[in-house]
């Protein structure tokens, strides 16, 4: 802020912010035919809070843009000098800092003066990084063509293996949605907490040549996003863009899987992030469900919650490398898009970039991380915790993901019970404000399946609160489950799917990935 007070900005900084909300701007424009009600309603109610004038995202365009093109770098610097005049200052500072001495607020005092008082230095000119910076590849057309059995969905395979899902929607006015899928994800992973630590890394280093904070100023004014993903079963970059920037996506996505970036200081503030996620873990409700019940409900499987922070310190830049490295470099690429875009502009595109890499070969790098579920087992653990809350969990083993209309089934027996525990706990005796129940089926462990029912209470009460979730259960054996209560439970989930099924998110994770292994999912979405 002194520097910023002191030496104004530079017109690459003013030009980066400028293209930045020019660009989401021009988004909102380019999507408002096809903005959800819900989105729709939102603004409303909101424009209405702050005593504002309802505006489309078009008139938006037209009144802020020309503004924003005309702001220099003296204007910015005499607004900020204006806003700051003045010597009244609300200081806080909020957390659990370890601040030692007698007059707390006094040693903040001084600590902010004795800044005050420091020299600033003008900030050094940064270079301005090139992008891309990867010679264009000459593409390769695909080999094979094949329509699949869903409107306006196609497929194209590459000689290197890579292979190409396609589906037009027009769901969403000029968005397009990609998401490229490699390797075996959690199932591989030898380490327990190694997927949330790699996923840190890969996402706050950009690439091998430019950092996050480089390629996010090079990309300014282009209205994409991107982030890594270790999922259960693999791999994946997700991307979203308007379909004017389709190529520069697919450039930044090309340049992550060829050129990854895994680097040093961002492992550093990771870890920094991971140790304060674990002291707020340590005095949470949630917390104690993630580093306790995840696990035992897992049979301590490395793919269940997350270990202790003593364990999880141990994790090493390398070990998130000789996990990675090999996959980025060497797995067959699965890419899925989903968008109003055509074809044509698709195929070449993935052609460009992703055909013409060299020939990539599947590995059987699987670790046998197979939870096994506690059969008749009971977990109790005491944590102090900022309020007096006690989580009562219990669950029951069910099956896999692949039978879908059992799996479907156990999400409406689900349903059923979560409105029973609603009835019964909170209804009947009020001992807590957040009964739950909910049906988890494996997609990668045959036979892995369980339905789970929470309740968040009094510690004095979890006792009480077992009983009455075996009773619940009971319930279900004595008293069958009504047609009106059947109809009650399928109401919304056929609501939901109807609204889901007009989302470009569902074609594109729930059908299209994935479905080079998993065939029956375009099936289940007919």
């Not at 890394?201 to 480089?214: I, P």
């Not at 979730?469 to 609501?495: F, G, H, M, W």
């Given at each position: 802020?002194?520097?910023?007070?002191?030496?104004?900005?530079?017109?690459?900084?003013?030009?980066?912010?400028?293209?930045e909300?020019?660009?989401?701007?021009?988004?909102?424009?380019?999507?408002?035919d096809?903005?959800?009600?819900?989105?729709?309603?939102?603004?409303?109610?909101n424009?209405?809070?702050?005593?504002?004038?309802?505006?489309?995202?078009?008139?938006?365009?037209?009144?802020?843009?020309?503004?924003?093109?005309?702001?220099?770098?003296?204007?910015?610097?005499?607004?900020?000098?204006?806003?700051?005049?003045?010597?009244?200052?609300?200081i806080?500072?909020v957390?659990?800092?370890?601040?030692?001495?007698?007059?707390?607020?006094?040693?903040?005092?001084?600590?902010?003066?004795?800044?005050?008082?420091?020299?600033?230095?003008a900030?050094?000119?940064?270079?301005?990084?090139?992008?891309?910076?990867?010679?264009?590849?000459e593409?390769?057309?695909?080999?094979q063509?094949?329509?699949?059995?869903?409107?306006?969905?196609?497929?194209?395979?590459y000689?290197?293996?890579?292979v190409?899902?396609?589906?037009?929607?027009?769901?969403?006015?000029?968005?397009?949605?990609?998401?490229?899928?490699?390797?075996?994800?959690?199932?591989?992973?030898?380490?327990s907490?190694?997927?949330?630590?790699?996923?840190?890394?890969?996402?706050?280093?950009?690439?091998?040549?430019?950092?996050?904070?480089?390629?996010?100023?090079?990309?300014?004014?282009?209205?994409?996003?991107?982030?890594?993903?270790?999922?259960?079963?693999?791999?994946?970059?997700?991307?979203?863009?308007?379909?004017?920037?389709?190529e520069?996506?697919f450039?930044?996505?090309?340049?992550?899987?060829?050129?990854?970036?895994?680097?040093?200081?961002?492992?550093?503030?990771?870890?920094?992030?991971?140790?304060?996620?674990?002291?707020?873990?340590?005095?949470?409700?949630?917390?104690?469900?993630?580093?306790?019940?995840e696990?035992?409900?897992?049979?301590?499987?490395?793919?269940?919650?997350?270990?202790?922070?003593d364990?999880?310190?141990?994790?090493?830049?390398?070990?998130?490398?000789?996990?990675?490295?090999?996959?980025?470099?060497?797995?067959?690429?699965?890419?899925?898009?989903?968008?109003?875009?055509?074809?044509?502009?698709?195929?070449?595109?993935?052609?460009?970039?992703?055909?013409?890499?060299p020939?990539?070969?599947?590995?059987?790098?699987i670790?046998?991380?197979?939870?096994?579920?506690?059969?008749?087992?009971?977990?109790?653990?005491?944590?102090?915790?900022?309020?007096?809350?006690?989580?009562?969990?219990?669950?029951?083993?069910t099956?896999?993901?692949?039978?879908?209309?059992?799996?479907?089934?156990?999400?409406?027996?689900?349903?059923?019970?979560?409105e029973?525990?609603?009835?019964?706990?909170?209804?009947?005796?009020?001992?807590?404000?957040?009964?739950?129940?909910?049906?988890?089926?494996?997609r990668?462990?045959?036979?892995?399946?369980?339905?789970?029912?929470?309740?968040?209470?009094?510690?004095?009460?979890?006792?009480?609160?077992?009983?009455?979730?075996?009773?619940?259960?009971q319930?279900?054996?004595?008293?069958?489950?009504?047609?009106?209560?059947?109809?009650?439970?399928?109401?919304?989930?056929?609501?939901?799917?109807?609204?889901?099924?007009?989302?470009?998110?569902?074609?594109?994770?729930?059908?299209?990935?994935?479905?080079?292994?998993?065939?029956?999912?375009l099936?289940?979405?007919r």
């Amino acid at each position: 802020l002194k520097q910023a007070l002191t030496y104004g900005f530079s017109d690459d900084e003013i030009t980066m912010v400028k293209n930045e909300l020019v660009s989401e701007l021009n988004m909102a424009a380019e999507t408002e035919d096809t903005k959800t009600s819900s989105s729709q309603a939102t603004q409303i109610i909101n424009s209405i809070n702050q005593n504002r004038v309802i505006q489309s995202a078009s008139q938006e365009v037209s009144l802020y843009v020309p503004v924003i093109e005309r702001v220099a770098a003296d204007d910015l610097l005499t607004r900020l000098r204006l806003v700051w005049e003045g010597d009244d200052r609300l200081i806080e500072v909020v957390g659990n800092a370890n601040i030692i001495g007698d007059d707390q607020a006094q040693l903040i005092k001084n600590y902010y003066r004795g800044l005050q008082q420091e020299e600033i230095v003008a900030q050094k000119e940064k270079r301005t990084p090139v992008f891309p910076y990867i010679p264009d590849p000459e593409p390769v057309k695909p080999e094979q063509f094949e329509a699949l059995p869903l409107p306006d969905a196609t497929r194209h395979r590459y000689a290197n293996g890579t292979v190409l899902n396609f589906k037009k929607t027009s769901f969403k006015k000029n968005s397009v949605s990609v998401a490229i899928h490699f390797g075996e994800g959690e199932r591989t992973m030898p380490l327990s907490g190694l997927s949330l630590l790699a996923a840190a890394v890969v996402n706050g280093s950009g690439t091998g040549t430019l950092k996050e904070s480089e390629l996010s100023r090079v990309l300014a004014g282009k209205a994409l996003e991107y982030r890594f993903v270790v999922g259960e079963d693999s791999f994946y970059l997700r991307g979203f863009s308007l379909a004017s920037d389709i190529e520069s996506l697919f450039q930044v996505l090309h340049a992550l899987i060829v050129d990854p970036g895994m680097r040093a200081e961002e492992y550093a503030a990771a870890m920094q992030r991971f140790e304060l996620m674990y002291q707020q873990l340590d005095g949470d409700i949630d917390g104690g469900a993630l580093l306790y019940l995840e696990p035992f409900f897992g049979g301590n499987s490395l793919t269940h919650g997350v270990p202790g922070e003593d364990e999880f310190r141990t994790l090493t830049l390398a070990d998130v490398k000789r996990w990675l490295m090999p996959v980025f470099s060497g797995e067959p690429l699965e890419i899925n898009v989903v968008g109003d875009v055509s074809e044509s502009e698709i195929v070449l595109m993935t052609s460009k970039y992703f055909g013409s890499l060299p020939p990539r070969t599947r590995t059987d790098s699987i670790v046998e991380n197979r939870p096994v579920f506690p059969a008749g087992q009971r977990f109790e653990k005491n944590m102090k915790l900022r309020e007096n809350k006690g989580l009562a969990r219990v669950a029951w083993l069910t099956d896999d993901f692949w039978d879908i209309k059992k799996t479907r089934r156990l999400h409406l027996l689900a349903a059923i019970i979560d409105e029973r525990l609603r009835k019964r706990i909170r209804e009947q005796s009020g001992a807590s404000y957040s009964p739950s129940a909910s049906s988890s089926n494996s997609r990668i462990y045959p036979g892995y399946g369980s339905i789970e029912a929470e309740v968040v209470t009094d510690s004095e009460t979890l006792n009480s609160v077992l009983e009455q979730i075996e009773e619940v259960i009971q319930s279900l054996r004595n008293n069958p489950i009504s047609k009106d209560e059947l109809k009650r439970s399928k109401k919304p989930a056929i609501t939901s799917i109807k609204d889901t099924v007009k989302t470009n998110r569902y074609w594109l994770m729930n059908v299209l990935s994935l479905s080079t292994r998993y065939p029956q999912q375009l099936a289940w979405a007919r």
